[in-house]
């Protein structure tokens, strides 16, 4: 009976650990009078592909659904290699603008959201370091 107790309080421990490294990596940053999410769906990110979704609220708290939102992501230039620069579409599902990265290596790359709603254009920008 006490084993049973042992292994069930071993098990839970384990789910704990593995939900929270389910958990996304996620930031949230303002950009003018607008709130931004940003969720990626690997934490800590990693090399190859990365599910990114962006939700944005407006200053009364409204959800925001008539924004473009494009994403610029690279790394600088460092020694044997060239700066890098990429950039990608999103696509509004549900509550937020989902799109995806693709890391080609690991270490420190930045990510500027660029969010253009009513004539105006505002960048989050984004340190992440890639694993
Ligand atoms: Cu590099």
Do not use: H
């Not at 931004?36 to 959800?63: E, F, H, L, R, Y």
């Amino acid at each position: 009976m006490k084993r049973v107790t042992v292994f069930l309080a071993i098990v839970a421990l384990l789910a704990c650990c593995i939900s929270a490294y389910a958990k996304d990596y996620e930031i949230s940053k303002k950009a003018g009078d607008l709130s931004v999410q940003v969720n990626i769906d690997k934490n800590p990110p990693v090399t190859g592909i990365n599910k990114i979704a962006v939700a944005i609220k407006d200053a009364s708290g409204k959800t925001v659904k008539d924004a473009a939102v494009a994403i610029d992501y690279g790394m600088p230039a460092m020694p044997g290699m060239g700066a890098m620069n990429y950039k990608t579409a999103t696509a509004l599902k549900g509550e937020s603008y989902q799109g995806k990265l693709d890391f080609s290596m690991s270490g420190p790359w930045f990510i500027n959201i660029k969010i253009k709603r009513d004539g105006k254009a505002q960048t989050v920008k984004l340190n992440v370091d890639i694993k």
